[in-house]
């Protein structure tokens, strides 16, 4: 890890079924999101975790984009974002993202070359996008809840 490291915070909670609420206490004043799957696992009352993937892509190639396109004095009117991401089973028959489909569609009024500039350049700085492309390595630690209370004891 590089001299720059940060963290981005997410406490999912669950709720009822299988679905949960999802809070940032690392940003002030944030919102909750409520996860859910789909029928007939979960009641479908927020988006997937598979959604929220997709969305955090879109988002993160959203921003790099117009961060690029205000840097080029392009003053985007809408940076919109079309996600899609494409779910098939693995050869031991479990659901897996198999690819995420991102359709970009910036609006502005201006030169094709500085836009040209940005295509080149813009992916490269989406954090989300460009770590879920290498892959990301995951720790899990599973603890009962008490577990830990006990072996510290």
């Known amino acids: 890890m590089g001299t720059d ?3 981005a915070i997410a406490h999912v909670q669950l709720v009822d079924g299988y679905r949960f609420t999802v809070s940032f ?4 004043g944030a919102e909750q999101i409520t996860l859910d799957e789909a029928a007939p696992l979960g009641a479908g009352t927020g988006p997937t975790p598979a959604g929220l993937l997709a969305a955090a892509v879109g988002g993160c190639l959203s921003a790099s984009l117009t ?3 205000n840097k080029a004095h392009l003053d985007p009117d809408a940076v919109n974002a079309h996600v899609t991401a ?3 089973r693995n050869e031991s028959g479990r659901l897996r993202i198999e690819g995420i489909d991102v359709e970009l569609t910036p609006c502005f009024a201006g030169s094709d070359e500085r836009f040209d500039r940005c295509k080149s350049l813009y992916e490269d700085f989406c954090i ?3 770590s879920v492309r290498k892959g990301i390595p995951i720790n899990v630690h599973l603890t009962r809840c008490g577990e830990e209370v006990k072996r510290a004891a």
């Open 5 to 7: 490291n940060k963290t």
């Open 86 to 88: 494409r779910m098939s």
């Open 25 to 28: 206490p690392d940003v002030a």
């Open 67 to 69: 961060l690029c396109l």
């Open 128 to 130: 989300v996008t460009e």
